[in-house]
């Protein structure tokens, strides 16, 4: 009787199939699955920066997928998966029994096939009807399909919660890793979450979710799936699941945002769920240096100004016990409300050991912070760590090479670093401050601040535009200036509150000299300086109209003074910055490549008002990309690919001269510290603003350009002694050598018409065969000093027939 009512079911199931069948949706279009695919953000080399869709999606091929991930799926949803026809009758038969019996509904009987077909297809509303549109559904689909097939496309479309569909996304969520890398016992959790995404979430419940999971390996385990010994290593393994932040395998979200809110613009939100590739211009090793080298520095400035104390306090105190249930989900889920900062992990204080500190993390279980790793912080009553405070510790190498942890804390100061290429405007690394998700303000394009010093170079420039030269004697000395436009008298004085008297302009540049820079702009004249100044793509109406222009009033982005210093660097052309690189189709095929331009005294000569001429990678130098396009005015697509030329602003003997001047600023100046490197190619200026309120070093080689800055966001002094070469060098050095690493040495062929003769260091003029201290300086040809009418007025050795200009 029991099998002849099995088979009047199957039968009536069939009868009403075939009542639906005409209403119901064709299941072809399964077999070319195109899912809504995030927008995916890569650095030039292909490492993922960032991924944005209302759908978090990381679509798997079958044979991608980890066997303990199916089979934790299997055993928790349908395990005849393998064996039923895509209805499991057996288990249906169930539902209807319970339903007989009870009158409950039951969400049994639903096999991974059907709700494939749900998922696809049909609405979650529970009515016989769908349950009937469902199954028919389920015996189509198993028609048309494998088993693995429809297995792939089940895990690469079910809901997992937290945006995230299929478990790719899942584990790049909840674990920030892929799918392959996944433990047994995050398996099994992501495994669970189909049943109900809200009510399992590891996030959201973990108390739940963890009851979930012990069921998922129970079943396994029942299943033979696994041994007694996995078991009890995967239901004994923490919830160690944390919401991942920018599903990134890079910290570049800074250069992301930007680089999303422009595929926003072009695409709408299409942009989203389109699939599309976006290549940035960043070098993956480059922008790690910068990350790792802008941290460290934010890090050692804020040790150098003390230990603020715990970042929260949970509560818990000495009578606490730690292995409760209920405590060990208060501390998490309080630790959890704190932000991630990568490289900073969360910690609750369990108590000291003597004059270490005991501590456990979420991801890392019970850790120790020595003696040596407190010592830095100098505790006192008023800051040191109690048990329940939360607090932050870094892993950190010792002298000796060996790792330990050192107590750390979330800098109040703030940071930005952006290196780029100065032949083809490329961004190779930025990082607009310590974390993004701290704030996502972008400090390196949009933060507008003060120079300081790291101004002068660019006024340098416009004074030998104007007739003088590196020798050109300025004097040092008090001076107080009536100038409306500022006070009714101003007194400036130099860093060191010392005067110097006369100093020529190259010696005041490596030595930071502030009244010689005044001076300057004054024998230039500020107009002449400000159309000088603004042809390094500097917007005038921020270049200050009175004298404190000279000393770097004017308010500039990180990324302006960079491409500033980029003129110096590639010879005299105003290059245009992006990081924007090629815009790819979700089946790699090319949309966009964005039109740049090139700026280098060894490039193919170009007419800046003819037609884009194609330049085959041949013509080019080896170190420039040449996926050069522009967009056609149809809209986005692809052209020939081009160069354009820069426009020169400043001639290659300028250029090479500052070059010359701020090489000696690295080797004996302000920023000798950058000697460490142990390079001759480096050039560039620390700058320190009024009550040290900004640290600055710009500095670059042919390859290179990089600016370093630290500040206040609310500005306010950086404290006595923190100058650029102090707080902002420092950040420079440790990119540079990672950057530079391998890297040959670069530096600007000599233009002609440059003439180095021997000179008086106090005059600046030839010197004599008697001169003491005479040192080599180079000029512009028409511009050397002229020699003394009579040539035997010089004291020389007798018989010395050289002509003056043999001695040149």
């Given at each position: 009787?029991?099998l002849?009512?099995?088979?009047?079911?199957?039968g009536?199931?069939?009868?009403?199939?075939?009542?639906?069948?005409?209403?119901?949706?064709?299941?072809?279009?399964l077999?070319?699955?195109?899912?809504?695919?995030?927008?995916?953000?890569?650095?030039?080399?292909?490492?993922?920066?960032?991924?944005?869709?209302?759908?978090?999606r990381?679509?798997?091929?079958?044979?991608?997928?980890?066997?303990?991930?199916?089979e934790?799926?299997?055993?928790?949803?349908?395990?005849?998966?393998?064996?039923?026809?895509?209805?499991?009758?057996?288990?249906?038969?169930?539902?209807?029994?319970?339903?007989?019996?009870?009158?409950?509904?039951?969400?049994?009987?639903s096999?991974?096939?059907?709700q494939?077909?749900?998922?696809?297809?049909l609405?979650?509303?529970?009515?016989?009807?769908?349950?009937?549109?469902?199954?028919?559904?389920?015996?189509e689909?198993?028609?048309?399909?494998?088993k693995?097939?429809?297995?792939?496309?089940?895990?690469?479309?079910i809901?997992?919660?937290?945006?995230?569909?299929?478990?790719?996304?899942?584990?790049?969520?909840?674990?920030?890793?892929?799918?392959a890398?996944?433990?047994?016992?995050q398996?099994?959790?992501?495994?669970?979450?189909?049943?109900?995404?809200?009510?399992?979430?590891?996030?959201?419940?973990?108390?739940?979710?963890?009851?979930?999971?012990?069921?998922?390996?129970?079943?396994?385990r029942?299943?033979g799936?696994?041994?007694?010994?996995?078991?009890?290593?995967?239901?004994?393994a923490?919830?160690?699941?944390?919401?991942?932040?920018?599903?990134?395998e890079?910290d570049?979200?800074?250069?992301?945002?930007?680089?999303?809110?422009?595929?926003?613009e072009?695409?709408?939100?299409?942009?989203?769920?389109?699939?599309?590739?976006?290549?940035?211009?960043?070098?993956?090793?480059?922008?790690?240096?910068?990350?790792?080298?802008?941290?460290?520095?934010?890090?050692?400035?804020?040790?150098r100004?003390?230990?603020?104390?715990?970042?929260?306090?949970?509560?818990?105190?000495?009578?606490?016990?730690?292995?409760?249930?209920?405590?060990a989900l208060?501390?998490?889920?309080?630790?959890?409300?704190l932000?991630?900062?990568?490289?900073?992990?969360?910690?609750?204080?369990?108590?000291?050991?003597?004059?270490?500190?005991?501590?456990?993390?979420?991801?890392?279980?019970d850790?120790?912070?020595?003696?040596?790793?407190?010592?830095w912080?100098?505790?006192?009553?008023?800051n040191?760590?109690?048990?329940?405070?939360?607090?932050?510790?870094e892993?950190?190498?010792?002298?000796?090479?060996?790792?330990i942890?050192?107590?750390?804390?979330?800098?109040?100061?703030?940071?930005?670093?952006v290196?780029?290429?100065?032949?083809?405007?490329?961004?190779?690394?930025?990082?607009?401050?310590?974390?993004?998700?701290?704030?996502?303000?972008?400090?390196?394009?949009?933060?507008?601040r003060?120079?300081?010093?790291?101004?002068?170079p660019l006024?340098?420039?416009?004074?030998?535009?104007?007739?003088?030269?590196?020798?050109?004697?300025?004097?040092?000395?008090?001076?107080?200036?009536?100038?409306?436009?500022?006070?009714?008298?101003?007194?400036?004085?130099?860093?060191?509150?010392?005067?110097?008297?006369?100093?020529?302009?190259?010696?005041?540049?490596?030595?930071?000299?502030?009244?010689?820079?005044?001076?300057?702009?004054?024998?230039?004249?500020?107009?002449?300086?400000?159309?000088?100044?603004?042809?390094?793509?500097?917007?005038?109406?921020?270049l200050?109209?009175?004298?404190?222009?000279?000393?770097?009033?004017?308010?500039?982005?990180?990324?302006?003074?960079a491409r500033?210093?980029?003129?110096?660097?590639?010879g005299?052309?105003?290059?245009?910055?992006?990081?924007?690189?090629?815009?790819?189709?979700?089946?790699?095929?090319?949309?966009?490549?964005p039109?740049?331009?090139?700026?280098?005294?060894?490039?193919?000569?170009?007419?800046?008002?003819?037609?884009a001429?194609?330049?085959?990678?041949?013509?080019a130098?080896?170190q420039?990309r040449?996926?050069f396009?522009?967009?056609?005015?149809?809209?986005?697509?692809?052209?020939?690919?081009?160069?354009?030329?820069?426009?020169?602003?400043?001639?290659?003997?300028n250029?090479?001269?500052?070059?010359?001047?701020?090489?000696?600023?690295?080797?004996?100046g302000?920023a000798?510290?950058?000697?460490?490197?142990?390079r001759?190619?480096?050039?560039g200026?620390?700058?320190?603003?009024?009550?040290?309120?900004?640290?600055?070093?710009?500095?670059?080689?042919?390859?290179?350009?990089?600016?370093?800055?630290?500040?206040?966001?609310?500005?306010?002094?950086?404290?006595?002694?923190?100058?650029?070469?102090?707080a902002?060098?420092?950040?420079?050095?440790d990119?540079?050598r990672t950057?530079?690493?391998g890297v040959?040495?670069?530096?600007l062929?000599?233009?002609p018409?440059?003439?180095?003769?021997?000179?008086?260091?106090?005059t600046?003029?030839?010197?004599?065969?008697?001169?003491?201290?005479?040192?080599?300086?180079?000029?512009?040809?028409?511009?050397?000093?002229?020699?003394?009418?009579h040539?035997?007025d010089?004291?020389?050795?007798?018989?010395?027939?050289?002509?003056?200009e043999?001695?040149?």
């Amino acid at each position: 009787m029991g099998l002849i009512g099995v088979l009047a079911a199957i039968g009536g199931f069939y009868a009403l199939g075939a009542y639906y069948k005409p209403d119901l949706p064709t299941v072809s279009g399964l077999e070319d699955l195109e899912l809504q695919v995030p927008l995916r953000i890569y650095t030039a080399d292909g490492v993922l920066m960032r991924e944005y869709g209302a759908e978090r999606r990381a679509p798997l091929d079958y044979d991608q997928l980890p066997q303990s991930l199916i089979e934790a799926v299997l055993a928790a949803e349908d395990d005849r998966f393998f064996e039923h026809p895509g209805v499991d009758w057996q288990g249906l038969l169930r539902a209807v029994w319970v339903l007989a019996t009870t009158g409950e509904k039951s969400q049994g009987g639903s096999t991974i096939t059907m709700q494939l077909a749900r998922n696809f297809f049909l609405t979650s509303e529970r009515t016989y009807e769908r349950k009937l549109r469902e199954i028919y559904l389920a015996l189509e689909i198993e028609k048309q399909l494998s088993k693995e097939e429809i297995l792939e496309r089940y895990l690469n479309k079910i809901f997992l919660g937290n945006r995230a569909y299929g478990v790719g996304a899942a584990a790049e969520v909840y674990y920030g890793k892929p799918a392959a890398e996944l433990t047994l016992a995050q398996s099994a959790m992501i495994a669970g979450l189909p049943k109900a995404p809200s009510s399992y979430n590891p996030i959201a419940n973990p108390e739940r979710a963890l009851i979930r999971r012990n069921y998922v390996l129970r079943r396994m385990r029942e299943l033979g799936y696994i041994n007694s010994s996995q078991f009890d290593a995967a239901i004994s393994a923490p919830v160690t699941a944390e919401l991942a932040r920018g599903l990134g395998e890079i910290d570049a979200d800074y250069v992301a945002e930007m680089l999303r809110a422009d595929m926003v613009e072009r695409y709408g939100d299409q942009a989203y769920t389109g699939g599309f590739h976006v290549r940035s211009t960043l070098d993956s090793r480059l922008q790690r240096a910068a990350d790792r080298a802008l941290k460290t520095a934010l890090l050692a400035y804020d040790q150098r100004h003390g230990y603020r104390g715990p970042e929260a306090r949970t509560g818990f105190d000495e009578q606490t016990d730690w292995s409760d249930p209920d405590v060990a989900l208060a501390w998490r889920e309080q630790l959890r409300d704190l932000p991630t900062i990568r490289g900073l992990p969360k910690a609750v204080v369990l108590g000291w050991d003597g004059d270490a500190l005991n501590v456990r993390t979420l991801e890392l279980g019970d850790q120790q912070i020595t003696a040596e790793g407190l010592e830095w912080a100098e505790l006192t009553a008023g800051n040191r760590p109690q048990i329940g405070d939360v607090i932050r510790m870094e892993s950190v190498t010792t002298d000796e090479g060996h790792k330990i942890w050192r107590l750390a804390q979330i800098p109040q100061v703030q940071g930005a670093f952006v290196a780029l290429d100065p032949v083809t405007g490329e961004v190779k690394a930025m990082v607009g401050g310590f974390d993004y998700f701290l704030g996502k303000f972008n400090r390196a394009v949009q933060a507008q601040r003060q120079p300081g010093s790291a101004f002068k170079p660019l006024l340098y420039s416009a004074a030998l535009a104007n007739g003088m030269t590196p020798a050109t004697v300025i004097n040092d000395a008090p001076v107080v200036f009536d100038d409306p436009a500022l006070e009714d008298t101003w007194r400036p004085e130099n860093y060191t509150g010392r005067f110097y008297g006369p100093t020529r302009m190259r010696e005041a540049l490596v030595n930071s000299r502030n009244l010689v820079s005044i001076r300057l702009l004054r024998q230039v004249g500020i107009d002449a300086a400000r159309d000088h100044i603004s042809a390094f793509g500097l917007p005038k109406e921020r270049l200050p109209r009175d004298l404190s222009l000279a000393l770097g009033s004017a308010v500039l982005s990180p990324l302006e003074l960079a491409r500033a210093y980029a003129v110096f660097a590639n010879g005299g052309y105003l290059i245009d910055p992006f990081w924007l690189d090629a815009i790819e189709s979700a089946t790699g095929e090319p949309i966009a490549m964005p039109p740049r331009r090139i700026g280098c005294a060894r490039c193919p000569a170009l007419d800046e008002a003819a037609p884009a001429v194609p330049i085959t990678a041949e013509q080019a130098p080896d170190q420039q990309r040449m996926l050069f396009g522009e967009q056609p005015a149809g809209g986005p697509g692809i052209d020939e690919p081009i160069l354009r030329p820069a426009p020169q602003v400043i001639d290659a003997q300028n250029a090479w001269l500052m070059t010359s001047m701020m090489q000696d600023v690295v080797s004996r100046g302000t920023a000798r510290r950058a000697r460490s490197l142990g390079r001759d190619d480096l050039a560039g200026k620390t700058g320190t603003t009024n009550d040290e309120n900004d640290a600055w070093f710009a500095g670059y080689n042919g390859h290179l350009v990089g600016v370093a800055w630290i500040g206040f966001d609310q500005m306010r002094p950086l404290g006595r002694g923190e100058a650029g070469g102090r707080a902002a060098l420092p950040m420079w050095i440790d990119f540079m050598r990672t950057a530079l690493d391998g890297v040959p040495s670069s530096t600007l062929d000599r233009p002609p018409g440059l003439v180095t003769v021997r000179i008086d260091p106090a005059t600046g003029e030839l010197a004599t065969y008697g001169t003491e201290d005479a040192v080599f300086e180079t000029f512009p040809a028409d511009l050397v000093p002229k020699a003394p009418e009579h040539y035997s007025d010089w004291s020389r050795p007798k018989g010395d027939s050289k002509s003056v200009e043999d001695l040149f």
